[in-house]
């Protein structure tokens, strides 16, 4: 069972990385899948799982630092990453979630 709804959302985002020993990488992307604990975004960039990166969504000020937990590289283009906020926000992407309490009919 999932901790929240997914949306198929195609939301412009930037992502800043700062890779070990070095300066920090920003990238003009998009998000794939979102819900309240995180997304599955689009990205060229590098990055492995257990990373720590930082989204910035036009839906909202500021930015949300996020856990790398799934890359999936794919023969050609962009890897799929899937990434975890550090702290749950169902405001972020500018959509309103259900409830936690909220049943979906079978």
Do not use: Y
């Not at 036009?58 to 799934?70: F, L, M, Q, W, Y």
């Amino acid at each position: 069972m999932r901790r929240s709804q997914r949306v198929v959302l195609r939301l412009p985002i930037q992502v800043r990385w700062t890779p070990q020993g070095d300066s920090a990488i920003t990238e003009e992307t998009v998000t794939l899948v979102v819900n309240a604990h995180g997304a599955l975004i689009s990205l060229a960039m590098k990055v492995k799982a257990g990373s720590r990166i930082f989204v910035r969504s036009s839906a909202v000020t500021g930015d949300k630092e996020c856990r790398v937990v799934r890359v999936q590289e794919k023969p050609q283009g962009k890897s799929e990453v899937g990434v975890e906020f550090l702290r749950p926000d169902a405001k972020f992407w500018g959509l309103e979630f259900p409830p936690d309490d909220w049943k979906q009919a079978v």
